[in-house]
């Protein structure tokens, strides 16, 4: 079997290599890690050592014009950079493991899209979750129409510092692409942001503390419309208590409830009764595993750490059949954009129908 040329791309101190997309290339018996490319001295000097590699770049161009790998790990996790070093390994035909979120907006997520297209190479994109082995049992529940219609899929962020804009680029990433995989595309987004009890209004849009793009509001209200009947609501705010403790998602159907979190092995429970109330004497919630409902969890978890060795596994298998990824660019960008569509609906206040005609981001020239 091949063993795939491996190269990473790395920027220490603004983003570093991610959540260890890097290092999950070590589990992989298919890949060898040929060099690393990083424009921080030491950073780069410590990767290579962690990653066992001699050859160390400061400039990734020079990486892949010397390298010629199969695949790249596109690591840092500040999205400032990913449209610039996808677009590179997609014109050397190289594929791509890709951090979220996948750009700062539509624009870019658009131009990378057509650049790998072009090119065909494909791009697997870290939203664990869209990989996990429970999902799949998830999604096959709700294809049997074990939990009726699905009615509506409720998540939030983490509400921590990063509460409001900064958490719905970073961690919203996540909820939006969990809700498509669990009911399809959005048609349309209504949302209402708040910047300290108020409306908020163009002179609160800012930066966040990463380069995520420009963000505004420390409270947000977003509704998703999918397939009648299904709406998806995220709800972020700068936390006072519970901080991290509502970051997971609750599917409410018409005869039954999942609750789930996420990641590669998320937890996962199913309540059979439509009213899904806690302490109700009927509404018994059953863990859910790999296996089903009810039953044993045999999944080998010991190094699994964070899911990425299943993705890169994807990944390759997605090359060699020449299919997309669990959780492709084009999935990414669907992410992104219904992100932007929450912005783009608080500017204008209204609904905004999906696919979004505005392809900037909607907070670049609001006045």
């Known amino acids: 079997m091949k063993k795939y040329r491996v190269a990473v791309i790395g920027r220490t101190g603004k983003g570093n290599y991610g959540h260890a997309l890097d290092t999950a ?17 030491q950073g780069r000097a410590a ?10 770049y400061a400039d990734y161009r020079q990486m892949l014009e010397k390298e010629r790998p199969d695949i790249v790990s596109v690591a840092p996790r500040w999205p400032d950079c990913h449209r610039d070093m996808v677009i590179a390994c997609a014109r050397f035909g190289a594929h791509v493991f890709l951090e979220k979120p996948v750009a700062q907006d539509l624009q870019q997520a658009d131009e990378m899209v057509a650049a790998c297209d072009q090119h065909h190479v494909h791009v697997a994109v ?37 509460g409001g804009g900064e958490d ?22 209504f949302a209402y942001i708040q910047q300290k009890g108020r409306k908020a209004l163009p002179a609160d849009v800012r930066q966040g503390t990463e380069p995520v793009g420009p963000i505004v509001g420390d409270q947000i209200t977003a509704t998703f419309g999918f397939s009648a009947p299904t709406v998806g609501q995220f709800y972020t705010h700068v936390a006072q208590h519970g901080v991290g403790s509502r970051y997971w998602m609750e599917i409410r159907g018409s005869k039954g409830t999942i609750h789930m979190g996420y990641g590669i092995m998320p937890f996962a ?7 899904g109330i806690f302490g109700h004497p009927k509404a ?12 044993p969890e045999t999944f080998p978890t010991k ?11 994807d990944l390759i298998a997605a090359i060699e059949q020449d299919r997309p990824p669990k959780d492709s660019l084009r999935d990414g960008r669907a992410a992104l954009e219904m992100i932007m569509a929450v912005y783009e609906s608080h500017r204008r206040q209204q609904l905004v129908e999906l696919p979004l005609k505005n392809r900037k981001h909607p907070l670049q020239d609001w006045k």
């Open 25 to 41: 290339w070590l589990k992989c018996e298919r890949a060898e890690i040929v060099a690393v490319a990083d424009e921080d001295d």
């Open 47 to 56: 990767a290579a050592q962690r990653l066992r590699v001699r050859n160390a």
């Open 126 to 162: 870290a939203h664990q979750t869209a990989y996990s082995p429970k999902l799949q049992v998830i999604q096959d529940l709700i294809r049997s129409g074990q939990l009726g219609d699905i009615l509506y899929l409720r998540s939030h962020g983490r509400e921590d510092h990063r």
């Open 168 to 189: 719905l680029m970073v961690l919203g990433t996540h909820a939006c692409d969990l809700m498509r995989h669990l009911a399809g595309e959005a048609r349309w987004a």
């Open 269 to 275: 429970y199913f309540c059979d009764d439509p009213s």
């Open 284 to 295: 018994k919630w059953t863990p859910i595993s790999t296996n089903g409902i009810g039953r």
């Open 303 to 313: 190094d699994l750490e964070n899911g990425n060795i299943l993705i890169i596994q």
